[in-house]
Each structure stands twice: as C-alpha cells, then as structure tokens.
C-alpha cells in the first residue's frame, strides 16, 4: 500500500469533502425548510403545530429517507456534530438570549414566586423524578440504576424550556404575570439544574465524599460561583462601554464586537475554573441586558440585539431539527422502553409536586388579589417542556455514565422532548381556552400597571403584602414579615439609587421594557404590552 493512502475500503479525501458539503447543504436546507415553514405556521395561526414541532418533523423525515437509503453512514457521518460544538457554539447564544430577553418590571414583580419556582420547584422535582426512578428500578417496574444515577437523570429532565408555549401565550393574549412566572422561572430554573447534575456528576465520581454537608457546599460553590462571575463580566462591561464612549466616537462596529465578545469571556472564564459556563453566560445576560445595554449607541443596541436574537433562533432551530434526525437514524437505546414510558410519567408526577407546592408556598405571603389562581397554577403545569437543555445534559450524561446507562437517560431524554414539544406544544392553545387564562376570558387575577408598579419594590424575599391589616390567624406571622419587609430595602430600591447611576451613563429609571430587543428604543418583543394588565394579540399581516 502506497505511503499516505488511505485503508481499503476507507474513504478517499475527495468523497470525505464531498459528503460534507452534501450534509452542510442538507443541514442549511432543512433550517430554511424550518423558519419557512415556521412563518406560514404563524401567519396562518396554526396552533397545534408550534415552529420546534415543525423541526422536530422536519429532521425526523429527512433522517427516516436517510436511514433507508444507502447515504445513511456518510450523512450520520457528516450530521452528527461533535458535542464540544454544541456546548461551544450553539447552547451559549439560546441561554445568554434566555437572560438577554428577560424584561425587569414583569420579572422583578413577580421576583420571589420566580425564585421559589425555579430554586425550591426545580429542587422538589429532580429529587421526586429520581426517587421514582430509583424504586421503580427496585421493584423492576423500569431499568434499574444507582440511586445517585437516577438523581443525576431528575436534574437533567428538571430544566424546562416553554419556548413553545411563551409563543403561544403572545399571540393569544395571555396575563403578563403568567408570562413572567414562566418565562423568568425557565430562565433560572436552567441555572440551578445544571448546578443540581453537576453537583450529583462529582458525587458520584468521588462517592467518599457523600456527606450531605459537602454536597451542600459543593452545590453552592457551582451555583454562586458561576453566577459571581456572570455578574461580574456583566457590571466590568457596563463599567467599560460607560466610560470608553465609544459611541459617542461613532465606533459602532468596534462596540458591537466588544458587546459579543463579553458573554463568551463569562463562558469560558467560568469553565476555566471548573465552574458552569451556562449559569455564568445566563447571569452575564440579565446584568448586560439592564446595565451594559442602555450605555449603547442607538444603532449598537439595533445591531446587537438583532444579532442574539438571531443566533439564539438558528442554534435552537438547528437543535430540534437534530434532535429528529437523531432518532430517525436510529442512534437510540430503545430496549428499555418502560423506563421511557415511566419517566414520562414520574416527571409529570414532579412537575405537579413542583408547582402545587410552590404555588400554596407563594400565596402564603401573598394578598387575596395577588394570589396564583387555580387556573395559572394548571397553567404552569402544563408549560414544563423540555428543550435544549435537558438535551444538553443528556448528551454529558452518555460521557458521565457507564455505558448503557447513558445512552438510555438520552433516550427518554429525547422521547420527553419530543412528547412535550408535539402533545403538549401542540395543544397549549386549547389548554389555554379551557381554563380561560387567555384573551377576554383571562380571569385570573390580572393586575394593572398601577398595582405593578405598586409592588414593584418590594419583592426581594417574596414578601409582596398590602398596606391593609389581615383578619385571619396568619395576620400576625404576615404583620412581623411587613416589620422584616420595612427594615430591608428592596432591590428596586437599590437599583434605582445606587446601581443604575453608577453602571450606566443614563440617570434614573431605565425602564427596559422601552427597548426591543431587536435594538430599536421600543416595547420588548418577548413581552409586548407589559405595561397593559395582559398581553395583546398580535395582528397578522
């Protein structure tokens, strides 16, 4: 055999070069296939076929013509990214633009029911999930797996993402304070699944160390950590475009590349200390969204703004799309399929234990007209998708788990992704009209912008109370939560004295919801009408 010749029956480089522009054109037409598609779906209002749905369709029948075809190795081959692109270059945009498109006033409104959703729920439901996992693996009910295993696999399936159902919520007209509640608590509940997975992956790895005391620590070093150095990336780049004025030197092009450099630097500075780069990315842009952006120029803030909004659609387009192609080409462990069928199961089981709980929680310290309605809660019931970042996890967990059990926690990772995009995707439009939460039956307790901005300030530990003496027997314990309320200022509080002025170049309340995110000075895509009680319905050219 000739020097440098490649082994018989290996392929040549010039089939080598020519499979990858065939699998670089399929991939670019099925993302094409995908937005068009995606388009005349919302022009023509087709609910029950939402966008990631439709790339779910789409790679699931280009990846079945491909798995009947003699193309099949070549285009696995040249489909199958590696995994260091896609924690690299595809999940960093989705989860910085999660942070990047959270608009403060409903967030802040609702700060303390998003917190205890998203830190306590997320908690609650990984540890139900895992627990039922686990014996039902003991009683051979499912595939049986280590109890830290099975925790490891409640973590990965606890993050949700309703990208799906928050569209839907928009185009019918869905209360503002529905919205945030699932949008702010997706937002954050992705930031402590992954410190939860991460946490139970090190425990494993170093079982000597099981002490609940460590696993405490360790879960607060990966939380706090990654999120210190989101935070700070986010005020050191609001500090630098405050006083470097670059725009008014009219170097745009300068500042915009600066502005996307930053959340890759939280990223990878965070990773670089063995932290999540994730939960530091999602910090770096909710601080870059309310400190770094209004200290732009007028056509930086155009530009950026369009830039992460369009990266963050292709990267998660191309994530459902490869998701479908996945299973077509039958990479899958369909062996166990009562683990899937049971996981369905156990997570709907969780998310119920999530919401339920919180919910009663919640409206403890709440006033009767701020209360989480019956309705709602049933609402953020049935908005726990799962998306990227359950995929995300799933992926790691092939690489932190011995074989077999890896491969089958990406399974029923995918077939609970694929599920709650098509059935629960598909019917949340209907859901919503039976619980009339949305257009002029939304009867869920709104609240108009007065009383918005009434609480406003006060809702840094979820104490959100009136100024009118209770009756009932939980007046006192309420009376002594008003007396710790009144003593701590509030984080709107702090923002607007002391943050704002020091961060930003403009004085007083900045008020994002003013600005698209688009980049033009207007009202926030994500939440157009937050200053109206309910979201409207959008015109259709």
Known sequence: MAAGAPPHGAPTVEEQEEAAGVGILLQISMLVLAFVLGHLLRRRRVYY?????????????????????????????????????FFLFLLPPIIFQSGFSLAPKPFFSNFGAIITFAIIGTFIASTVTGVLVYLAGLIHLVYR???????????????????????????????????????????????????LYRTMASLRTNASSQNIFVVIL??????????????????????????????????????????????????????GFGLSGIVSILFT???????TFP????????????????????????????????I????????????????????????????????????????????????????????????AMAFALALQSVHDLPEGH????????????????????????????????????NNGHPRSVEDQDNYEGNNLCNI??????????????KQKLREIQRSTPSFATLDRHYLTPFFTSRNGDIDDDDHDPNGAPQRSNELQGVESHRLPTREMD
């Not at 709440?366 to 799962?386: C, D, E, F, N, V």
């Open 464 to 477: 959100e109370l009136n100024n009118v003496e209770g009756t009932s027997s939980t007046s006192k314990f």
């Open 145 to 195: 797996m280590p109890l830290i295993e099975c925790m490891m696999f409640g973590s990965l399936v606890s993050a949700t993402d309703p990208v799906t159902v928050l569209s839907i919520f928009q185009e019918l007209g869905t209360d503002v304070n529905l919205y945030a509640l699932v949008f702010g608590e997706s937002v954050l509940n992705d930031a402590m699944a992954i410190s």
């Open 49 to 85: 076929l939402p966008e990631a749905s439709a790339s779910l369709l789409i790679g699931l029948i280009v990846g079945g013509l491909a798995s009947i075809s003699n193309t099949q190795k070549s285009t696995r081959r040249w489909f199958n990214f590696r995994e260091e692109l």
């Open 328 to 387: 077509a080409m039958e990479r899958q462990s369909w062996s166990h399929i009562g683990f899937i069928f049971f996981s369905v199961i156990f997570i709907l089981v969780a998310r119920a234990a999530n919401v339920f709980s919180c919910s009663f929680l919640v409206n403890l310290v709440r006033p009767p007209h701020r209360q989480i309605s019956r309705q709602y809660q049933q609402a953020l019931w049935y908005s726990g998708l799962r998306g």
């Open 285 to 291: 842009g909710i601080v870059m969204k309310r400190y």
């Open 406 to 441: 890896g491969q089958t926690i990406l399974s029923a990772t995918i077939s609970i992704i694929v599920l709650t995009v098509l059935l629960i995707g598909g019917s949340t439009s209907t859901m919503l009209e039976a619980l009339h939460v949305a257009g002029d039956g």
């Open 295 to 326: 200290n732009l120029s007028d056509d930086s803030q155009r530009f950026t703004a369009s830039l992460f909004n369009l990266l963050s659609s292709l990267a998660e387009t191309f994530v459902f799309i490869y998701m479908g192609f996945d």
């Open 218 to 271: 360790r879960f607060l070093e990966d939380f706090f950590g990654s999120m210190s150095i989101g935070v700070g990336a986010g005020f050191i780049s609001a500090l630098l475009f405050k006083y470097s004025t670059l725009g008014v030197e009219n170097l745009y092009n300068l500042e915009s590349c600066l502005f996307v450099l930053f959340p890759y630097f939280s990223y990878m500075l965070a990773e």
